[in-house]
Each structure stands twice: as C-alpha cells, then as structure tokens.
T-cell receptor, first 111, second 116 residues
Framework: GESVGLHLPTLSVQEGDNSIINCAYS??????FIWYKQESGKGPQFIID?????DKRQGQRVTVLLNKTVKHLSLQIAATQPGDSAVYFC??????????FGTGTRLQVFP | SAVISQKPSRDICQRGTSLTIQCQVD?????MFWYRQQPGQSLTLIAT?????????ESGFVIDKFPISRPNLTFSTLTVSNMSPEDSSIYLC?????????????FGPGTRLLVL
C-alpha cells in the first residue's frame, strides 16, 4: 500500500524567506506526485506535479524536488509572501488514478 | 485545468436526513472523484464516478450511505444518507484532466456539511 507523511505539521517563515515543505512516501513504485495548496474555506488548488522519471521541476516561485532513493518529495517556495499562508498537501499515486494524500503542513508567513 | 462548482457550498442538517451535493465541471471529463475531508484532516477518497458505470467505492464507504450518480460527462451528485453528526465534514469533488506531466486532479470548492 501507500502511506504518505509530512515531516512537520506547521512551518512558520518570515515574509521574503524561502520555504521548504517536505513529504515522505512509502511505495517505491509510486510514479506521480502532486502538491496542492488549500486556503481556509476553499478546495485544494493544484500547484505543481512531477513524474518519477524526473527529479526536479520548476514553476513560478515554486520548485518540486523528488528523491526516489529515499522516497522523499519537497516543495520549495521562493520569497514567501503572506498569500502563501495555507495548508499544503502532497499527493502520490502508483499506476492508478487514485491519489493518496499526506496529512498536510500549515505554512504561516509572518512579517 | 478545469472549473468546478459545487452546490450547496454549505449546509446544516438534522440527523437522519439526507443531503445531495452537486458537482458541475465546465468541460467533459471521464474521471470524477468524491472525497471527504474531516475538520483539520487530510482528504480521503470516497469513490470514483465514471459516466455509464457504477461508482467504485473505497474501503469503509458503501453505496447505501453515499449513493452517487454520474448522468453525463460534466455532472455528478453525491448523497449523504441518514446523516449523523459523524458525517460533518467537507465534501469535495474532483476531476481528472490531462496535464503536461500527468493526469492531474482539480478540485471543486467543497461543500461544508454540519449535522446536528
């Protein structure tokens, strides 16, 4: 099966700093990984995804890193802004349409 | 991506009653999913709803409690039947859309349900 965990339930960063949110997964055959952002009162919002044949992918101010050796996924947010405050979920799938979600990390940005 | 709407956005219901949640997407999609998110928790898949076939339920979820309809490629409903306070949750629908890297799921805004 698949279990997905996050290293820290809450991350507090100063505005302008870089944020790193981590996620560990258990199934080495997992082949697709997604990061979502969920603001209070809203549904999860797609941020960025990556396949198992990649180790890095960049978007606007975000980078996802995949380390298959240690089954670890991270989301890096550059120059964190107050609008980045939310709960971030990683989600993992293996050769299927089903996604297994991590427990979530709350990112708090303070001035 | 896809634009997804859900109705109602929130509701307060009495125990023993049922609520039907609607999910509408702005384009035709094959795969639609229903999730439950209990307060402060992560997302748990209830079932996968494909047009033209019976919904596929995950362990711990049954059709009698959560009947699902999928009449066409842009619409689905989830009914929460015979509700109890333990059903108080956010119910989310999602759709699968082909992206540049993989088949990504996009979520609706959710339906916030409180059962008294």
């Amino acid at each position: 099966g698949e279990s997905v965990g996050l290293h820290l339930p809450t991350l507090s960063v100063q505005e302008g700093d870089n944020s790193i949110i981590n996620c560990a997964y258990s199934n080495s055959a997992s082949d697709y990984f997604i990061w979502y952002k969920q603001e209070s009162g809203k549904g999860p919002q797609f941020i960025i995804d990556i396949r198992s044949n990649m180790d890095k992918r960049q978007g606007q101010r975000v980078t996802v890193l995949l380390n298959k050796t240690v089954k670890h996924l991270s989301l890096q947010i550059a120059a964190t802004q107050p609008g980045d405050s939310a709960v971030y979920f990683c989600a993992v799938s293996y050769n299927t349409d089903k996604l297994i979600f991590g427990t979530g990390t709350r990112l708090q940005v303070f001035p | 991506s896809a634009v997804i709407s859900q109705k109602p956005s929130r509701d307060i219901c009495q125990r023993g009653t049922s609520l039907t949640i609607q999910c509408q997407v702005d384009s035709q999609v094959t795969m639609m999913f229903w999730y439950r998110q209990q307060p402060g928790q992560s997302l748990t898949l209830i079932a996968t709803a494909n047009q033209g076939s019976e919904a596929t339920y995950e362990s711990g979820f049954v059709i009698d409690k959560f009947p699902i309809s999928r009449p066409n490629l842009t619409f689905s409903t989830l009914t929460v039947s015979n509700m109890s306070p333990e059903d108080s949750s956010i119910y989310l629908c999602s759709v699968e859309v082909e992206g540049r890297v993989g088949e990504t799921q996009y979520f609706g805004p959710g339906t916030r349900l409180l059962v008294l």
